[in-house]
């Protein structure tokens, strides 16, 4: 949900089970649901469409909204109680978003990666964004879902990120066969039988002599 959505942990912590409409791939990023954003900004927002890591999404979703009601936490504390784990109704505490931190350190270690804040999977869906965006609207688009106040914020902050990506196709340039109107010309009779070309031919000429 980190890399879908691009949340800040602070948002994504306190953002309730009804604010979650997966449906339609939306979020209510509402302060008055609960929903601590930075500056207090309200904003819906939007995740990815990634089917491969939407598909855990929905099922931890499943879970949730069969076990607790709509303002409890989409990211639910889990209980403990004489070996036995469950899904806790109680308010997380205020240090929910250093929780996830370590959960996420726990979770890379189990995994044998190297561990990603949950800043790094905002960071993630930033640059997702924009290097599949086509045109200044998509570019837009992300820097919206990012809820920041203007592209001019997107750009000083990612742009660091993108530019070995940049790189890389600039580099990548050089090395594409470059096709000029006369090789094209030349493939094109190649590919004719002699009486064609002999008709090509002339026909060439005869503009020639025009």
Same mark, same amino acid.
């Given at each position: 949900?980190?890399?879908?959505?691009?949340?800040?942990?602070?948002?994504?912590?306190?953002?309730?089970?009804?604010?979650?409409?997966?449906?339609?791939?939306?979020?209510?990023? $509402?302060?008055?649901?609960?929903?601590?954003?930075?500056?207090?900004?309200?904003?819906?927002?939007?995740?990815?469409?990634?089917?491969?890591?939407?598909?855990?999404?929905?099922? $931890?979703?499943?879970?949730?909204?069969?076990?607790?009601?709509?303002?409890?936490?989409?990211?639910?504390?889990?209980?403990?109680? $004489?070996? #036995?784990?469950?899904?806790?109704? #109680?308010?997380?505490?205020?240090?929910?978003?250093?929780?996830?931190?370590?959960?996420?350190?726990?979770?890379?270690?189990?995994?044998?990666?190297?561990?990603?804040?949950?800043?790094?999977?905002?960071?993630?869906?930033?640059?997702?964004?924009?290097?599949?965006?086509?045109?200044?609207?998509?570019?837009?688009?992300?820097?919206?879902?990012?809820?920041?106040?203007?592209?001019?914020?997107?750009?000083?902050?990612?742009?660091?990120?993108?530019?070995?990506?940049?790189?890389?196709?600039?580099?990548?340039?050089?090395?594409?066969?470059?096709?000029?109107?006369?090789?094209?010309?030349?493939?094109?009779?190649?590919?004719?039988?002699?009486?064609?070309?002999?008709?090509?031919?002339?026909?060439?000429?005869?503009?020639?002599?025009?």
């Amino acid at each position: 949900m980190l890399f879908l959505s691009g949340m800040r942990a602070s948002a994504f912590t306190t953002l309730p089970i009804e604010a979650v409409d997966l449906d339609n791939l939306r979020l209510r990023q $509402w302060p008055e649901l609960g929903v601590h954003t930075k500056n207090g900004k309200k904003a819906t927002t939007f995740l990815l469409n990634i089917p491969e890591i939407l598909a855990p999404v929905r099922q $931890w979703d499943a879970i949730v909204r069969k076990s607790l009601p709509g303002s409890s936490p989409w990211y639910a504390p889990i209980a403990h109680s $004489w070996g #036995d784990q469950f899904l806790s109704q #109680d308010e997380p505490g205020k240090t929910r978003s250093q929780a996830l931190q370590k959960r996420l350190e726990l979770l890379f270690s189990i995994a044998n990666l190297e561990f990603k804040s949950p800043h790094k999977f905002r960071h993630g869906h930033a640059v997702y964004g924009l290097l599949h965006a086509q045109t200044m609207a998509d570019y837009k688009a992300v820097s919206m879902n990012l809820m920041h106040e203007s592209i001019e914020i997107t750009d000083s902050t990612y742009a660091p990120m993108l530019s070995s990506d940049v790189q890389e196709r600039i580099a990548g340039l050089s090395g594409k066969a470059t096709s000029m109107p006369g090789d094209e010309l030349e493939v094109f009779l190649n590919k004719l039988d002699r009486e064609s070309q002999k008709k090509a031919l002339m026909f060439i000429a005869g503009k020639l002599a025009q």
